[in-house]
């Protein structure tokens, strides 16, 4: 069993669970089980490479304990960099290295840094001294790992290996291939190679250069810059006989910079890194690359990433943040007991062209010219990526002026209308006063007889010239709202009461007119009614904006409905995959008994009675939303307020499900029937239910309970509450919550409690909202008990 949990902890590649199962399996058999120490520490360094690979937790390494470990002591890395801190390719390396060690969370370790300048102090002597001077700083303290970077370092670190750190693994970066080869590195020194080559990046000028007739090789003029050189040529020297070829090597500075901007135009440039130029002063190889692609007359080309971005074209080539990467994973590896000769002697980080699209377009070179697969990078930013907070706040301020310009011009012109309205009643009122046409009219209560104004016979359509008595007037009355005038007549006569009467006005060949009667008796000196006074107004106008209104409001009743169910989408689509599901095996089931020779009978019915049974609970889903949907006008029913909430319970049961609110259900039995119109009632509990469960999306899953029930108050009427455990109502907004277009949530219109408050007030009921003690807010609508007649025996 202990060989094979050492066997698995030697896999870092694993799942993170295996590992952590296996890591578990490994302490308990180290604190309990194993008893050899050879064996037991042979299992914790199994465990602590697995650390190395992202296994962090300590209550799963098996030496997790209290008692001291022998070798606490920090790791110890020494980067060697061959040239000065300055260099970019050395800090973007460094960078990456760093960089990647924090990513892997790697912690107790320290990272020492030496720079050699071998390029700014070239000899024998130097290296020497460095070697000695480096034996002396590490001698207390030895490194546990030393990564040379570049070339240079490398070949120090070989050179002089016994001298600084004789038994300390080795690990280079930023090298190139063939310098490694050259250099016979022993197998045990694994490292990251870089290629520079030359050869694609002398395909890709030709590519974008096909009418190129010159070629010029830039380079420096120390034993250094020779070397890059060299390496440059011997990868070239098939392809560059196809050019007149000229390599300007060790030029002092001025010199190199005026015989470039004199190239002709075909001309194909390519930079070799300049460490010291012809007069033997130190150069920046990028900073070179951009002087000379600043006043260069051809297009300059390069291998090396830490050009890129100064000016050249483009190159086939890595970058030293992948160099750094892979060095800080190779060095993570060996950190972690790793056996050197087993990992990859050279790693080759991923090459590609990149292009400056800056310099394509500077030079005109086209991109449809460019090999699969080239990456185009630095583009200049369009207006929006330069300018997009500008651009949007213009675009913004541009649609707030816009809207309040529309806003104000619809309220100028509404105003307008408001005011040519109001001028035409004036009107209309003046010439009434003036000609004494208002609809006056005059009822004496002995005789009937009935005295009007010309208007008052023209809106009655009794425009002749005969008498008129209370018969002929309540004659040209709608006969469904005749009986109630005549009441009202009537009271007035008898009681001296107010009229204030409503009717309508059928009058042959006309359109039905609805009138508005107002008037007061008329009493003698004793005090007997004598006649009534009063005017008749017509009032169709206001009756048609009545029932237009109510039609808007029965329009937009139904789009709350249809939104509420827009947002129930999904789960309406769960209700109704569920039995849809469940008929479709059932099917199959019985397809296949019914295939069967020996079927039984009995079973094939029982699959087939459960396909009706969930075709019926599809079915009553699809009624229970076609009734949500139905539009039209209201029907007044008895309705049980214990179904219509267990209805809409059901058709909210998997957004429920979905948000994790649990329900409590409290129906009182044997509660009263009410009447009104089902559909309009499920829209309120519908809304409040809704509201309820909004009200619970940032609480916890323990405190998303909604309390929903019914109850009758004794006093005449039935009560249906929704209680949430949700923030409540603000103070401040409790009062507004029932106005039109208020709204605290993000997205919604402020219409629902406004019509869920319309709806019960039409049922003749009360819609309330109060915050509860414990937190959260009740809703509640009380609606009166319909008595219901016995049946006739």
């Known amino acids: 069993m202990a060989a094979s949990l050492c066997q698995f902890a030697s896999f870092p590649g694993l799942e993170m669970e295996f590992i952590q199962r296996g890591l578990l399996l490994l302490r308990n058999a180290i604190s309990h089980e194993f008893r050899s120490p050879t064996l037991r520490d042979g299992c914790k360094h199994q465990c602590q490479r697995l650390t190395w690979f992202g296994c962090r937790d300590p209550k799963l390494l098996p030496w997790s304990s209290s008692r001291p470990i022998a070798d606490q002591r920090p790791r110890r890395i020494v980067l060697l960099e061959g040239l000065t801190a300055t260099q970019p390719a050395g800090v973007r390396t460094l960078e990456a290295f760093k960089s990647r060690l924090k990513e892997r969370g790697v912690q107790n370790i320290e990272i020492f840094i030496e720079f050699l300048e071998l390029g700014r102090f070239p000899g024998q002597a130097h290296e020497t001294r460095t070697a000695h001077y480096l034996k002396e700083k590490y001698s207390e303290n030895p490194p546990d790992l030393v990564i040379p970077i570049s070339r240079g370092a490398l070949a120090f670190s070989l050179q002089y290996r016994s001298t600084v750190a004789a038994d300390t693994p080795i690990v280079y970066c930023c090298t190139a291939a063939s310098s490694v080869t050259a250099m016979n590195v022993p197998r045990n020194v694994p490292g990251v190679v870089t290629e520079y080559n030359w050869l694609q990046t002398l395909a890709l000028a030709e590519r974008l250069q096909p009418e190129a007739r010159n070629l010029v090789v830039i380079s420096g003029a120390s034993d250094f810059d020779r070397a890059w050189q060299e390496d440059a040529r011997h990868q070239i020297e098939g392809r560059s006989k196809r050019f007149n070829t000229n390599y300007m090597a060790g030029l002092p500075y001025e010199d190199l910079l005026r015989e470039v901007s004199q190239l002709p135009r075909d001309t194909i440039v390519l930079l070799v890194p300049v460490f010291v130029d012809g007069s033997g002063r130190p150069r920046m190889p990028p900073e070179v690359a951009a002087d000379v692609a600043r006043v260069s007359s051809a297009p300059?080309?390069?291998?090396?990433?830490?050009?890129?971005?100064?000016?050249?074209?483009?190159?086939?080539?890595?970058?030293?943040?992948?160099?750094?990467?892979?060095?800080?994973?190779?060095?993570?590896?060996?950190?972690?007991?790793?056996?050197?000769?087993?990992?990859?002697?050279?790693?080759?980080?991923?090459?590609?062209?990149?292009?400056?699209?800056?310099?394509?377009?500077?030079?005109?070179?086209?991109?449809?010219?460019?090999?699969?697969?080239?990456?185009?990078?630095l583009a200049e930013p369009t207006l929006w990526e330069r300018h997009r907070t500008l651009v949007i706040a213009v675009i913004v301020g541009f649609a707030l002026q816009s809207a309040v310009v529309t806003f104000l011009l619809i309220q100028m012109r509404k105003r307008r209308q408001a005011e040519l309205s109001l001028k035409e009643s004036e009107d209309r009122l003046a010439f009434a006063a003036a000609a004494a046409n208002i609809g006056i009219w005059r009822l004496d209560v002995a005789t009937n007889e009935f005295w009007s104004t010309e208007y008052?016979?023209?809106?009655?359509?009794?425009?002749?010239?005969?008498?008129?008595?209370?018969?002929?007037?309540?004659?040209?009355?709608?006969?469904?709202?005749?009986?109630?005038?005549?009441?009202?007549?009537?009271?007035?006569?008898?009681?001296?009461?107010?009229?204030?009467?409503?009717?309508?006005?059928?009058?042959?060949?006309?359109?039905?007119?609805?009138?508005?009667?107002?008037?007061?008796?008329?009493?003698?000196?004793?005090?007997?009614?004598?006649?009534?006074?009063g005017i008749f107004a017509d009032i169709s106008a206001r009756k048609a904006a009545e029932a237009e209104a109510d039609l808007q409001r029965k329009e937009v009743s139904h789009l709350m409905r249809v939104s509420v169910l827009g947002q129930l989408s999904g789960a309406i689509a769960h209700e109704l995959n569920q039995p849809l599901t469940a008929i479709l095996a059932y099917a199959q089931a019985a397809r296949k008994m019914i295939a069967r020779n020996n079927s039984d009978l009995g079973k094939i019915t029982e699959v087939l009675d459960d396909i009706v049974a969930e075709d019926k609970r599809a079915s009553e889903v699809i009624r229970r939303l076609h009734g949500l949907l139905r539009k039209g006008e209201s029907k007044t029913e008895s309705i049980n307020l214990n179904d219509l909430v267990d209805s809409t319970l059901r058709l909210l049961r998997s957004e429920l499900i979905d948000r994790r609110i649990k329900v409590d259900v409290t129906l009182e039995h044997n509660l009263p029937r009410t009447s009104g119109d089902p559909v309009q009632l499920q829209q309120v509990l519908l809304n409040l239910l809704m509201n309820g469960m909004d009200a619970m999306n940032a609480a916890s899953l323990s405190q998303r309970v909604l309390t929903v029930g019914t109850r009758s108050s004794g006093t005449g009427t039935i009560e249906a509450f929704i209680s949430d455990r949700g923030q409540g109502i603000a103070p401040e907004e409790h009062s507004r919550i029932f106005q039109p277009f208020f709204t605290t949530k993000h997205q919604g219109l402020g219409l629902g409690l406004a019509i869920c408050s319309t709806i019960v007030k039409t049922h003749g009921g009360k819609l309330g909202i109060d915050n509860n003690a414990d937190g959260g807010a009740t809703a509640s609508f009380a609606l009166p008990v319909v008595v219901e007649m016995a049946p006739a025996s």
Request: charged letters at 20%.
């Open 456 to 533: 008052c016979r023209s809106i009655l359509g009794l425009a002749d010239q005969k008498p008129l008595n209370l018969d002929r007037v309540l004659s040209a009355v709608h006969p469904e709202d005749r009986h109630s005038l005549a009441e009202t007549l009537t009271s007035a006569a008898d009681d001296g009461l107010v009229i204030d009467n409503e009717f309508r006005v059928a009058a042959p060949g006309q359109e039905v007119r609805w009138l508005l009667a107002r008037g007061h008796s008329l009493f003698n000196n004793g005090g007997d009614p004598v006649g009534i006074s």
């Open 300 to 377: 300059g080309y390069a291998p090396a990433a830490t050009f890129f971005g100064h000016g050249i074209v483009g190159g086939y080539m890595d970058s030293f943040e992948a160099h750094g990467t892979a060095a800080a994973d190779l060095a993570l590896e060996i950190l972690s007991g790793r056996d050197p000769t087993t990992l990859p002697a050279q790693t080759k980080p991923t090459h590609t062209y990149q292009i400056d699209a800056r310099q394509l377009a500077r030079w005109q070179l086209s991109e449809g010219n460019l090999p699969p697969g080239s990456v185009v990078l």
